[in-house]
């Protein structure tokens, strides 16, 4: 049973008699078997109350929210708690696996108060000149370059061939470079997130700093109609450096929502009828099925790192100043329930209500709008290709990447029947009107 909200200190100074509470096991966000099934995670730590301890990676233990009201209660308390991670950083092994997503850097993520504000008015204003119209023709125009590459083969992984390189073709494109500069962006970004080696994983950071490097050298000399060029030329007036880590941040966190986002949705529509019908009435669309994986299947299911600015008192749980805390947009979404693959969710079956995944308060995503339009256009265009797509496999044979982090496939094979990239199908798949 959850404590009712407090995050201060009592009246008097002393310490509230603690709740009774489980012995202090630690449970590990990490391994195969918790990405195989971590909602039955979410529920055994719920004994635990709205807080309970956990381990993101070996001897890096945090407190993870996973009730909804003490999730809200931290998102909208910027007095509390801090998005600054420097002393926390010192307090893990440099070589950790879980400091490149938590390490402080001077951007929009890991900052506070003016320094936060000036950050991200420069992103959202960014993303708020990229006019929807624009965005749906990248989006067509580099799902046509993927879906062409694989359409006469009949199968596909779509997940290394669509979802994880889609973003990446997107943004190489909004940020003002060619397409033939994609690739280094595709080694770098793809490649820090999928390293297996420290080999690897040092080949992407040469090569993302390489990307980097080129386009802001490029903008430097010549701007266009591009994020980078805006976020340059933004009254904020950031310097060279800030203009980099903003670059840099909005990349890498859209990137890996934005693929995880499509290749969960693909994987519940691909197993749920009511996404693929020839009648006019009747069936769900690609918006639906995003919103159902907003609900039921977030692609970033653990993150919000916040520290308590002081000792806190807070849902029943005590805090030490400093302490990594993370939300979990997953466990707090679905406290009420979760609905399978081709469960109605809402009362059109859509999979509608309330939902965590793109985070709340002043550090919630400022790019909710683009993304959704992203990700649905490319949806869109890939069944508009391949009219009969259909997993290979059962739902319940795919595999989830391990990681305390994100909710994303391994591979999502599927099959199809052949088509000539210069002649897209009719399909019976119903799209929104936009």
Known sequence: ??????????????????LSRPSHEVTPLYG????????????????????????????????????????????????TWSKDSTVWQDTVPQDSPVLPMLRARPNA?????????????????????????????????????????????????????????????????????????????????????????????????????????????????????????WFMDHPAGLSAEEVIHQIVLTMGASYEPLSNLIGNALSRMLVDERYYSNLSGGALTPRDALHDVLRNEPPMANYSAHFPKRDVYFHGVWLRAGQLVLVSYAAATTQSGRAAPGEATGADGSGGGAHLAWA???????????????????????????????????????????????RGLVALPARFSPVSPDHVGGTPWKSPSI
């Open 1 to 18: 049973m959850n404590a009712a909200p407090h995050t201060g200190n009592t009246p008097s100074g002393t310490m509230p008699a603690p």
């Open 109 to 229: 993520l890991f900052s506070d108060g003016e320094a936060h504000a000036r950050y991200r008015q420069v992103i959202s204003d960014g993303f708020a000149r990229l006019e929807p119209h624009q965005v749906r023709q990248i989006v067509r125009e580099v799902s046509d370059q993927l879906i062409a590459r694989f359409a006469q083969d009949g199968e596909v992984d779509l997940i290394s061939r669509f979802a994880r390189l889609l973003p990446l073709l997107f943004f190489n494109r909004a940020f003002g470079l060619a397409d033939d500069r994609s690739e280094l962006l595709i080694q770098g970004i793809a490649g820090m997130f999928d390293s297996k080696t420290t080999e690897e994983a040092e080949a992407a950071d040469i090569a993302y700093t390489q990307y980097i490097t080129e386009l802001t050298q490029a903008k430097q000399r010549e701007r266009g109609q591009d994020l980078t060029s």
């Open 32 to 79: 195969e078997e918790f990405a195989a099934d971590p909602y039955a995670v979410y529920e055994r730590l719920r004994r635990y109350g709205a807080l309970a301890p956990v381990e993101i990676a070996p001897g890096v233990g945090a407190m993870l929210v996973i009730d909804y009201r003490a999730a809200l209660d931290l998102l909208h308390d910027p007095v």
């Open 360 to 406: 709340a308060g002043p550090h919630g995503c400022p790019a909710q709008q683009p993304a959704l339009l992203i990700a649905s256009t490319a949806i869109e265009r890939l069944t508009a290709w391949l009219s009969d797509i259909r997993l290979t496999v059962t739902y319940d044979e795919l595999k989830w990447r391990p990681g305390p982090f994100q």
